[in-house]
């Protein structure tokens, strides 16, 4: 063998050339991966939707004792209406803690990307949710022009109408508060636990009906089915898009546009869906600046994955 060749370089060969080339390739940065993936085991989405449940329950009665201590009149078919909107609120935090909690089961390190409170390009995500409202916005007008629902009562419970005060926490709650805690919960949570299960669409179906199901009490029970049809579309729209953020902004949208209707409004609707979003924008941005909102590090999003449906 003649010495010289040993001082020679080997020519690469093609498979050493494409490691080389998918090695120098940069991953693709979180903001451009679908929903993460989780090893939250799928009986903690059953989990958290009782603990969420009956944690709501435990608040609200919490809230009435003061109350009722102070004089505040509560019965089983009223509250007041102030009342009730602190009721309301502190089951939506309820969800929250539910979701956080079982989250945390065996001792988990449970991080706010996990629950997809994570960038997305933005027009991708403007998109898909203009997408997603445009076809809930034709089946609700099917839906009504078929069985007539009635009109839903929850601001009334809320008390809207009596006074200014309460018209204005009535649309925080409705337009701000719920739309970020039933997200947390339902597509964060439940969905991406049930995904561990049997996969995508079996997630998707049973969270949209899980999600319908507990508006029993404050929407008609005609509207239950179409609720959980945009509860499948927001589990869709959470797997497409990777982040909650477009999610919750979905539900803002919804919730302002139908607070307006209610309301009989007009030029007022799109100032309420830009003062909602805009609340929601700055909760996060306060989130994220008191670091309970962090970006993913490099091995978190190598953990998050891509998930594809059916996957």
């Known amino acids: 063998m003649d010495d ?8 690469p060969s093609r498979d050493t050339t494409a490691l080389a080339v998918a090695t120098a390739r940069p991953s693709p940065p979180p903001s451009q991966l679908r929903a993460p993936v989780t090893d939250w085991p799928p009986w903690t989405a059953a989990a958290a939707l009782v603990g969420g449940l009956v944690l709501a329950a435990v608040a609200g009665v919490l809230v009435d004792i003061p109350a009722a201590v102070f004089g505040v009149s509560i019965t089983a078919s009223h509250v007041p209406a102030g009342l009730e909107i602190a009721d309301t609120a502190v089951q939506d935090a309820a969800f929250v803690a539910a979701a956080v909690f079982f989250a945390h089961i065996g001792g988990r390190t449970v991080r706010a990307w996990q629950f997809g409170l994570r960038p997305t390009p933005f027009w991708r995500a403007v998109r898909r949710a203009a997408l997603l409202l445009f076809a ?19 601001l009334e419970q809320l008390g809207a109408g009596e006074s200014t005060i309460l018209l204005l926490l009535s ?10 805690c039933e997200e947390f919960l339902f597509r964060g949570y439940i969905f991406t636990a ?4 049997r996969g995508v669409w079996p997630a998707a179906v049973i ?5 319908g199901g507990v508006h029993a009490g404050s929407a008609p029970a005609l509207d239950l089915l179409p609720l959980a049809g945009l509860g499948f579309g927001l589990c869709l729209l959470y797997l497409y898009t990777g982040s909650l953020y477009p999610c919750i902004a979905a539900h803002s949208l919804n919730n302002s546009i139908a607070f307006g209707s209610l309301e009989n409004w007009g030029w007022q609707i799109p100032v309420l869906v830009v003062a909602a979003l805009g609340l929601i924008w700055l909760i996060a941005r306060t989130l994220i600046r008191a670091g309970v909102i962090t970006p993913e590090t490099p091995a978190a999003g190598a953990d998050a994955g891509a998930v594809v449906p059916g996957g």
């Open 4 to 11: 010289s060749t040993l001082d020679r370089p080997l020519a």
């Open 207 to 211: 969270s949209g009906l899980v999600f």
């Open 136 to 154: 809930f916005l034709v089946l609700s007008l099917i839906w009504v022009a078929l069985f007539h629902s009635p009109k839903e009562k929850l």
């Open 171 to 180: 649309a925080a709650l409705t337009c701000v508060v719920a739309p970020i």
């Open 194 to 197: 049930l995904r561990n299960w």
